[in-house]
């Protein structure tokens, strides 16, 4: 009995003070420390091993490299919290009901991280993201004729999709690296727009 209580106790130890002690962050990624006492700490913590304080401090990694919001047909609506969306359906200025597919490239500031736990929370693409590319390829499109969509318009729509988006983001601690524009689907027939 006692030999079953002291291993009991060895791996209470290892399992929830040594491995609480400890946090790594891989590449690509940075932590952000919540304490109890203080709340979300404005220090983020680069890639490496540090330390935290068991049991008071609970840490989350946030991913700092480029990641890709895909808007496309396999996009599994269910999984809300995935980077990503079903096609964007939109009306263009001469009322054709079209929807679009591409990707955006985002990425997180790091030093607003711990601002962006903090007001938003971990579920900032549910919250912000989604709605606002949603909202934003919309109000553009509304701008242009069918016709500006699938000819050679294509780049100064992309450019004004990243410059509203950057509006919205930028304040918030995300940057819109890129708009990509794959597909057009219309009522019409499809149109894919080569990538160049």
């Known amino acids: 009995m006692a030999d079953s209580l002291d291993k009991l106790m060895y791996s209470f130890v290892v399992e929830d003070v040594l491995k609480g002690l400890f946090i790594y962050v891989p590449p690509g990624y940075v932590a952000c420390v919540y304490d109890l006492g203080r709340g979300v700490l404005k220090k983020v913590l680069a890639p490496g091993l540090h330390l935290k304080i068991p049991f008071w401090q609970k840490a989350k990694l946030f991913n700092t490299q480029t990641l890709e919001y895909s808007i496309s047909k396999n996009f599994n609506p269910e999984n809300e919290k995935a980077l990503g969306d079903a096609p964007v359906s939109a009306q263009t200025l001469d009322a054709k009901k079209i929807a679009l597919e591409g990707t955006m490239l985002l990425r997180l500031d790091v030093h607003q991280i711990p601002a962006i736990w903090q007001t938003i929370g971990e579920d900032f693409v549910v919250k912000i993201v989604r709605p606002t590319i949603r909202s934003r390829v919309r109000m553009v499109v509304s701008r242009y004729n069918y016709q500006d969509l699938i000819s050679g318009h294509r780049d100064r729509i992309e450019v004004e ?10 304040p918030r601690g995300i940057y819109v690296e890129n708009v990509l524009l794959s597909e057009i689907d ?7 727009v080569k990538e160049e």
């Not at 219309?186 to 149109?191: D, L, N, T």
């Open 161 to 170: 999709i990243k410059n509203e988006l950057e509006r919205i983001f930028y």
């Open 186 to 192: 219309s009522a019409v027939g499809k149109v894919v």
